[in-house]
């Protein structure tokens, strides 16, 4: 069972920034590309950031592109990431994730999540 615990969420104004992160374990971490998820009230949960295993291939959503940088530090087996210019429309749940080797904008597990609240 893989284990995810997000953390580094809070609430901000408009145009601050935040950086959530995720330690995993070392096995979930160096055998997979992680990334994050995110699902705003009323909505459904959508894709925002993936990163491959070494960090050389990283794919974004349309609404954070320029914004938002996911990384991750293989030696603390963590992923983060960093979200600048936050906009309201960004208020939501954070979810890191571990993604599909076959579809990087496709999860395969989930942690409980943690809450981005961004006010104008």
């Known amino acids: 069972q893989v284990q995810l615990v997000e953390a580094g969420g809070g609430s901000v104004q408009a145009r601050g920034s935040l950086r959530p992160f995720c330690p995993a374990s070392?096995?979930?971490?160096?055998?997979?590309?992680m990334g994050w998820l995110r699902q705003a009230p009323g909505k459904e949960r959508e894709f925002v950031a993936s990163?491959?295993?070494?960090?050389?291939?990283?794919y974004y959503s349309d609404p954070v592109k320029g914004r938002f940088t996911v990384s991750r530090d293989n030696a603390k087996n963590t992923v983060y990431l960093q979200m600048n210019n936050l906009k309201p429309e960004d208020t939501a749940i954070y979810y890191c994730?571990?993604?599909?080797?076959?579809?990087?904008?496709?999860?395969?597990?989930w942690g409980q999540g943690t809450q981005v609240t961004v006010s104008s």
């Open positions: 994730a571990t993604i599909l080797p076959t579809d990087y904008r496709r999860p395969r597990d």
């Open positions: 070392r096995l979930t971490f160096i055998c997979h590309a």
């Open positions: 990163i491959s295993p070494s960090g050389g291939t990283i």
